[in-house]
T-cell receptor, first 114, second 111 residues
Framework: EDKVVQSPLSLVVHEGDTVTLNCSYE??????LLWYKQEKKAPTFLFML????IEKKSGRLSSILDKKELFSILNITATQTGDSAVYLC??????????????FGTGTRLTIIP | DGGITQSPKYLFRKEGQNVTLSCEQN?????MYWYRQDPGQGLRLIYY???????QKGDIAEGYSVSREKKESFPLTVTSAQKNPTAFYLC??????????FGAGTRLSVL
């Protein structure tokens, strides 16, 4: 059974701090790893990672994938209160019938204190 | 405006009642998905459909049913067999090989 584990489950930091969120996975037929940010409703897409060692960056957010050790990290530097959200990691794999299937982790709840 | 529209935003179900959650997309996406989100848990796949008139069970399909009569629409029915339906339900869609985009969700509660 495919499994995605995120840590920590929750994190509280002060504005300006740097945070690192972790995602480890065990899946068959890995295709990609995705990070989403969920504030109140729909998750919004952050990054898709398919290759090991290549950092993806968007402003203060960056992410990298290690396909040998089966994990990814999401870094947020100089955090702001608007970064408060649940961050979801999902792994896309090829299913038994050739379909693509996403397995989500439980998420990391990040709270930024002003 | 392109996107995925879920309705209603909030829904209340009485004991023994079936309720249907709507999901419509105008993105011309082939595949559509229903997820359930409970507090402290990740999104869990209920059903998915890759083409019209075809759908497959996800990890937690018991107590739910779907239909895919049109490409744009993928309604989810929560039947009376689902004993713990209170959750946040998210619909998503995707073009093959692309990422999944999500609707705003429906919060279902039991009266």
């Amino acid at each position: 059974e495919d499994k995605v584990v995120q840590s920590p489950l929750s994190l509280v930091v002060h504005e300006g701090d740097t945070v690192t969120l972790n995602c480890s996975y065990e899946v068959t037929n890995f295709r990609s790893l995705l990070w989403y940010k969920q504030e109140k409703k729909a998750p919004t897409f952050l990054f898709m990672l398919t290759s090991s060692g290549i950092e993806k960056k968007s402003g203060r957010l960056s992410s990298i994938l290690d396909k040998k050790e089966l994990f990814s990290i999401l870094n947020i530097t100089a955090t702001q209160t608007g970064d408060s959200a649940v961050y979801l990691c999902a792994v896309e794999a090829l299913g038994h019938f050739g379909n693509e299937k996403l397995t989500f982790g439980t998420g990391t709840r990040l709270t930024i204190i002003p | 405006d392109g996107g995925i529209t879920q309705s209603p935003k909030y829904l209340f179900r009485k004991e023994g009642q079936n309720v249907t959650l709507s999901c419509e997309q105008n993105l011309n996406h082939d595949a559509m998905y229903w997820y359930r989100q409970d507090p402290g848990q990740g999104l869990r796949l209920i059903y998915y459909s890759q083409i019209v008139n075809d759908f497959q069970k996800g990890d937690i399909a018991e107590g739910y049913s779907v239909s895919r009569e049109k490409k744009e629409s993928f309604p989810l029915t929560v039947t009376s067999a689902q004993k713990n339906p209170t959750a946040f339900y998210l619909c998503a869609s995707t073009l093959t090989g692309d990422i999944q985009y999500f609707g705003a969700g429906t919060r279902l509660s039991v009266l």
